[in-house]
């Protein structure tokens, strides 16, 4: 009976991973040890993925303005995770893959939350932790 608890837990809770993510803001709040390298990693990977979803999607209007005004490269978010990660890396040969598998499920599901705030708003950002997490992730770099 136990098993099956289990399994019916991680069924669930695998499927509200998936439908959508916590805004950062939250995260933040509910999370505020500033030494955990764990909550650096995660918000790192955070904003890899938001602005890896900015860059690969074609935005029109006001969405065009937000992704411009916020349009940065990669590369502070992706080197700054580097460094983070680098102790980690070299104990885990399959780090590396682990953490770009990580960016891309949070960019798709960063794209399937803007697609759906874009069919209820036509904007993919207006009213939307999108948004709020793009904010945050300027004020890091």
């Given amino acids: 009976m136990k098993f099956l608890y289990f399994i019916f837990f991680l069924i669930f809770t695998t499927k509200t991973f998936s439908s959508n993510l916590e805004p950062l ?3 933040l709040k509910k999370n505020t040890n500033y030494q955990d390298i764990n909550r650096s990693i995660y918000i790192l990977k955070r904003c890899v993925s938001l602005y890896n979803f900015i860059k690969n999607e074609k935005f029109e209007g006001y969405d ?3 992704s411009i005004r916020y349009e940065k490269t990669n590369n502070f978010f992706l080197s700054r995770l580097l460094e983070k990660t680098e102790k980690i890396n ?4 399959n780090f590396n893959e682990n953490i770009k598998k990580d960016i891309l499920k949070i960019s798709k599901v960063y794209q399937e939350d803007g ?3 874009f069919s209820e708003r036509k ?3 207006k009213k939307s932790y999108l948004f709020e997490d793009l904010k945050i992730c300027s004020k890091i770099q």
């Fill in 123 to 125: 904007s993919y950002f």
């Fill in 25 to 27: 803001k939250i995260y």
């Fill in 64 to 66: 065009k303005k937000i």
């Fill in 115 to 117: 697609l759906k705030n």
């Fill in 90 to 93: 070299e104990k885990n040969d």
